[in-house]
């Protein structure tokens, strides 16, 4: 059937708060300024602004936050059909940022009982995920019920309905009770989807061990599904390990630098574009690591969100 969307993602859409006061510490900054935040979220946002049909699969709070994250995915036309409003009282999630220096910015996350982490199965459709032609997942979708069994619903729809899946490890500490924890559902989903995309750390935390290496990584998760890993580096570049052994070395762009969140979702929006539009992995490398540099250079992550034109004009002007 002929698809309707390029993507659609599930898991949480939240609310940052980046402080307006730079290089001080939150104990004394006094102004923020509000946007949308959350790893999917972020990522259909900049994959639709890159010019892809993108859909979002979560759930928002019945209150001001969540209208106010709605009209946004609205505004930048994602499509919200798989969107579920809460209607037990549970709350958006915060994340208020300081931004230290350019190389250290914090953030203190609001996560308790959040609306996002109550999407339940029964708000999974087959019907709507039938639309994409990938489904990604975020990790954090997996920290706790039932958000996590909606997320594995979603995975079970999409391998029955042969679409690939895209993990996104999107890994926050503070919302899982343990690193043991954390190991056993990465790596059901890594083990079931088609690509993998994280930060060397983030698989460490899928192993559940420390210094992994990118080699045996890979080798053990080809082992099943999986037929792309991207593994990123920060400065030092990502790779990305294709099952027939080929092994893709990215390099990363150089950046005046505001902040250090937001390169995560920038790259997946980037990189998978790439794929989507039939470039090849080295070149969705290379837009992945584009996008991280040009939004780590702003004030937001969501706003940030850069064109296909930024983009190549980055590309263009290193290398």
């Known amino acids: 059937m002929k698809k309707k969307f390029d993507i659609i993602a599930v898991g949480r859409a939240a609310i940052d708060l980046n402080a307006v006061e730079l290089h001080q510490p939150m104990e004394k900054t006094k102004n923020f300024k509000k946007y949308v935040g959350g790893s999917p979220a972020n990522i259909v946002i ?37 969107v579920v409003i809460d209607k037990e009282g549970h709350k958006s999630g915060l994340a208020f940022t300081e931004i230290l220096s350019p190389s250290e910015s914090n953030i203190l996350m609001y996560r308790q009982d959040v609306a996002d982490l109550y999407l339940s199965p029964e708000e999974i459709f087959e019907d709507y995920i039938k639309q994409t032609h990938y489904l990604l997942i975020s990790g954090t979708a997996l920290a706790q019920s039932p958000s996590r069994e909606a997320a594995l619903k979603a995975l ?20 899982w009770y343990s690193r043991e924890e954390t190991a056993i559902y990465y790596q059901l989903v890594a083990q079931q989807s088609d690509i993998l995309i994280g930060t060397r750390d983030e698989f460490d935390v899928l192993e559940n061990k420390q210094g992994g290496e990118n080699q045996a990584t890979v080798s053990e998760l080809f082992k099943y599904r999986p037929e792309l890993i991207v593994i990123k580096h920060g400065v030092e570049g990502s790779f990305a390990y294709e099952k027939n052994g080929n092994i ?20 997946a929006a980037a990189f998978i574009t790439a794929l989507r539009k039939g470039e090849s992995i080295k070149t969705a490398l290379k837009y992945g690591a584009a996008a991280a540099a040009i939004v780590v250079s702003k004030h937001s992550s969501s706003e940030a969100m850069p064109t296909l034109e930024e983009i190549k004009a980055l590309i263009a002007a290193q290398d």
């Open 248 to 267: 893709i070395k990215g390099k990363a762009y150089k950046a005046k630098v505001m902040k250090t969140f937001g390169a995560g979702d920038s790259y």
């Open 46 to 82: 900049g994959a639709r602004k890159m010019g892809l049909k993108t859909g979002f699969i979560g759930k928002l709070s019945d209150d001001q936050h969540g209208r106010f994250i709605m009209n946004y995915l609205e505004e930048k036309d994602v499509d919200t059909r798989g």
């Open 156 to 175: 079970l729809l999409a391998r029955k309905n042969e679409i690939p899946v895209i993990m996104e490890l999107d890994y926050r500490e503070y919302t």
